[in-house]
């Protein structure tokens, strides 16, 4: 089985960072982990992901540099390192985690979810 918890999230303002945790248990060495997002009256949204194996990074087209993925396979954990945070970053940060082979960017593609961290961004 496959377990993901998320921490991190919090409150803050405009131009703060945070980081996000994903710690996993059961993992495999094929897995792809993925950052998901979703805001009030929106659909979910891909922020970004990274395997358990290689360097490969890919990252959702609003992110413009400011979100780094990250992983410690030693903790089974992925991070997601948020700078320069904005008003339109609030939302249930979600991690998850399947057997992707293509379209890293669709949660369809994705087996296992966490319960989601908030992250609030004020003006």
């Known amino acids: 089985?496959?377990?993901?918890?998320?921490?991190?999230?919090?409150?803050?303002?405009a131009g703060a960072s945070l980081r996000l945790s994903c710690?996993?248990?059961?993992?495999?060495?094929s897995?792809?982990?993925?950052?998901?997002r979703q805001a009030p009256?929106?659909?979910r949204e891909f922020v970004a992901a990274i395997r358990w194996s290689g360097d490969r990074r890919y990252y959702g087209e609003f992110v413009e540099g400011r979100f780094f993925i990250s992983r410690d396979n030693?903790?089974?954990t992925v991070y997601l390192q948020m700078n320069s945070l904005r008003p339109e970053d609030t939302a249930v940060y979600y991690c998850a985690q399947g057997l992707v082979?293509?379209?890293?960017?669709?949660?369809v593609?994705?087996?296992?979810?966490?319960?989601?961290?908030?992250?609030?961004v004020s003006s």
């Open 41 to 43: 009256g929106k659909e």
């Open 74 to 76: 030693a903790k089974n």
């Open 101 to 107: 082979a293509e379209r890293v960017y669709s949660p």
């Open 1 to 13: 089985q496959v377990q993901l918890v998320e921490s991190g999230g919090g409150l803050v303002q």
């Open 23 to 29: 710690a996993a248990s059961g993992r495999t060495s």
């Open 109 to 120: 593609q994705y087996e296992y979810w966490g319960q989601g961290t908030q992250v609030t």
């Open 31 to 36: 897995s792809c982990m993925a950052w998901f």
